[in-house]
T-cell receptor, first 117, second 108 residues
Framework: GAGVSQSPSNKVTEKGKDVELRCDPI?????LYWYRQSLGQGLEFLIYFQGNSAPDKSGLPSDRFSAERTGGSVSTLTIQRTQQEDSAVYLC???????????????FGPGTRLLVL | AQRVTQPEKLLSVFKGAPVELKCNYSYSGSPELFWYVQYSRQRLQLLLRHISRESIKGFTADLNKGETSFHLKKPFAQEEDSAMYYCALRAAGNKLTFGGGTRVLVKP
């Protein structure tokens, strides 16, 4: 079946502009995660959605970052007033519910490469 | 707070040689450990997880709680193993904490 998809694949923007990154999780997956992969920082967690529960926003680096998940499916990560240090690859992942009640393996999308000039 | 450390940024080995990628973690509870791999121009994918105790593509990893380590090993490296490898820890809350990654280069 189709995997996690993300759009756009590449985004170039000017400092100060807002950007929106989209993630389509695997159908039926209840959990959705955003991570950031940047040079020198590795992979860092940003935000996590699980069903109708309040999202875990503990990884968002500043209040310029926000994310929504509409209808328990598609998610949008928004970065307002972009800065050059926001340049990175933004990865989305999704996972199903584990039968025992926990959450299963995370499946990653191809990422959106963001460059802020 | 949890932390994952991969001390080697680059490992270069010859084909057929053993390879070991080190991973150490700090977490006060009982963690789940994973190895993820990213081949060139491909997405990040799960390689193996400690609770499965399985060997994938010849790789194995043993969780050593005493040493808080989860090193990844393969006795005979192949050229197709060249990739970026990330060790990750899942603690409470389901989010993954990743190490900095190790780039493996297998030379012919």
């Amino acid at each position: 079946g189709a995997g996690v998809s993300q759009s756009p694949s590449n985004k170039v923007t000017e400092k100060g502009k807002d950007v929106e990154l989209r993630c389509d999780p695997i159908s039926g997956h209840t959990a959705l995660y955003w991570y950031r992969q940047s040079l020198g920082q590795g992979l860092e967690f940003l935000i996590y959605f699980q069903g109708n529960s309040a999202p875990d926003k503990s990884g968002l680096p500043s209040d310029r970052f926000s994310a929504e998940r509409t209808g328990g499916s598609v998610s949008t990560l928004t970065i307002q007033r972009t800065q050059q240090e926001d340049s990175a690859v933004y990865l989305c992942a999704s996972s199903p519910i584990r039968l025992a009640g926990g959450l299963e393996t995370q499946y990653f999308g191809p990422g959106t490469r963001l460059l802020v000039l | 707070a949890q932390r994952v450390t991969q001390p080697e940024k680059l490992l270069s080995v010859f084909k057929g040689a053993p390879v070991e990628l080190k991973c150490n973690y700090s977490y006060s509870g009982s963690p789940e450990l994973f190895w993820y791999v990213q081949y060139s121009r491909q997405r990040l994918q799960l390689l193996l997880r400690h609770i499965s105790r399985e060997s994938i593509k010849g790789f194995t990893a043993d969780l050593n709680k005493g040493e808080t380590s989860f090193h990844l090993k393969k006795p005979f490296a192949q050229e197709e193993d060249s990739a970026m490898y990330y060790c990750a820890l899942r603690a409470a809350g389901n989010k993954l904490t990743f190490g900095g990654g190790t780039r493996v280069l297998v030379k012919p």
